[in-house]
């Protein structure tokens, strides 16, 4: 049974920092690409950031230099790393692992950024 599982949320000032972690459940976790999505309120679901099996990264122009993503494939874990965050950073982040077509996610963590 595939399972993506998140943690890390939660309620930050602005400025603050957060790290989302996830545990993918997949076999040859290390061949995915896997990163981080979300959807704030009103907004459709987009990429944040992702890193691919070779570890090459690319992230959303709006966090560039603010967020860190990274995986550790002994463990089959990504990561984000989120540095001073802003109200519109709140959203609900989801944990994606994609490999030739084949998309599956976590069920999503709430981060929410206070002015």
């Known amino acids: 049974q595939v399972q993506l599982v998140e943690s890390g949320g939660g309620l930050v000032q602005a400025g603050g920092s957060l790290k989302l972690s996830c545990v993918v459940s997949?076999?040859?976790?290390?061949?995915?690409?896997v990163g981080w999505y979300r959807q704030g309120p009103g907004k459709q679901r987009e990429l944040v950031a992702a890193i691919t099996s070779g570890g090459s990264t690319n992230y959303a122009d709006s966090v560039k230099g603010r967020f860190t993503v990274s995986r550790d494939n002994g463990k089959n874990t990504v990561a984000l790393q989120m540095n001073s965050l802003k109200p519109e950073d709140t959203a609900v982040y989801y944990c994606n692992a994609e490999l030739a077509g084949a998309n599956y996610w976590g069920q999503g963590t709430q981060v929410t950024v206070s002015s």
């Open positions: 997949l076999r040859r976790f290390s061949m995915y690409r």
